[in-house]
């Protein structure tokens, strides 16, 4: 297993672009398999998660082949085998989302159930009630959903949650169905308004996404399409964080102004000077950040995905900072590693008060979600001294190329084997931006 050796204390500076949305293009590759013809999509970021979905698509007999610079062709006009395997699904939770698609076109489906993460139990309840309110016949066993239905039929159905992943793979489903089926309480994401346009453009009929209440006429057939995805929010909060943390002075390219705004207001509060333009944000700050309160909920609240490195840029606040985590039961497993590094936290249920400290010190930390390894990474940039990131493989299933982007922003990380200690690494020189 590799690690990340970071020498932290130097300002960020430069330009960084991001990347295409990993939680996009999760959703918008098992609603291809609804099309028959091939799908073109642009912007596909080299990741974990998108290399393992390209994986669970192939077991489906799909053919799905990743040509240069992020592009991936998709051609679902057969799906030849019905069952996604435990072990890729297992491996990443998206994966269940195949259900849908594969039973309405296929009318039979069997995949495994997802286990739970570091963040939570990570239920699929209202994906598998759904489903029935669409009329199929659901068996679960041995670990597995299996799903029989002729046709598909719409109907009314009610998130007790705005689940997004809940609410992408029920409209996927249902653009197939006999009859209009209507989503209410469904979540607003950027990245469900997203896969409602990509199945308008494969012909489907869908209405009202980024509203509480979506509709979807189901259609007999949908076609392969081209598309192209949406920049990722979530990788541009973090190198916002990463800006502030090492009062440093960052040009983020290829974002979307209003994606950004539920975490801009809030780095503003932190101290930062944040200008957003039409693709673009320069994010400053020359002072230690100030401390703010964070109250994770769905969009357009504040995002669950970048409370845990806001929570490393607090914890050197000026001040007492609370967070509040409504969306997952326990996303704070990072607050132990910043504590390691000097961080003055404590938990209580679903609530960190941070008592910002003037600084951290470097440590060997540990990764246990990819955004947890995300905030661990922005902690140690800011840290006095060396610090070693383990559960690398975490990380890079959402961040793209991030030691290379980071070290061309001037920051003194490395990839190096577990093996290799401390002292005998060379830090890979900065690539001057
Ligand atoms: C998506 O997960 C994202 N993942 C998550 O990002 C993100 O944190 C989450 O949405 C919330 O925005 C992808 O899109 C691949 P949910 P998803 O269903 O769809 C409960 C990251 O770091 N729930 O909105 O799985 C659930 O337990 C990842 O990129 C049920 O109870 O999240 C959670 O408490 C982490 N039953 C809440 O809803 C269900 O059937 C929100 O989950 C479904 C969800």
Known sequence: MDKLVVTGGTRLEGTVSMSGSKNGCLAIMAAALLGKGETVLYNVPSIRDVHTMVEVLRSLGVRCDYEDNGLLRIDATEIECTEAPYELVRR?????????????????AKVAMPGGCDIGARPVDFHIKGIQTLGAHLVMDHGFVEAECERLRGGQIYLNFPSAGATQHLMTAAALADGVTTIYNAAMEPEVVEVAKFLNKMGARVEGAGTSTIRVEGV?????TEFELLPDRMEAGTFAVAAVITQGDVRIENIRPTDVKP?????IEAGAVVDVYDNYMRVRCNSRPLATDIVTMPHPGFPTDLQQPFGAMLSIAEGTSVITENVYERRFKYVSELIRMGADIKVEGRTAIINGVPKLTGAQVAATDLRAGAALVCAALAAEGESEVLGVEHIERGYENLVEKLQALGANIARVSEEQSLTDCELAAPVSS
Do not use: D, N, T
């Open 263 to 267: 975490f801009v207001l809030k780095l």
């Open 92 to 108: 990443m939770r998206a994966s269940f989302c195949v259900l849908g698609p594969v039973l309405a076109r296929k009318g039979y």
């Open 220 to 224: 007999r057939e949908l076609r392969g």
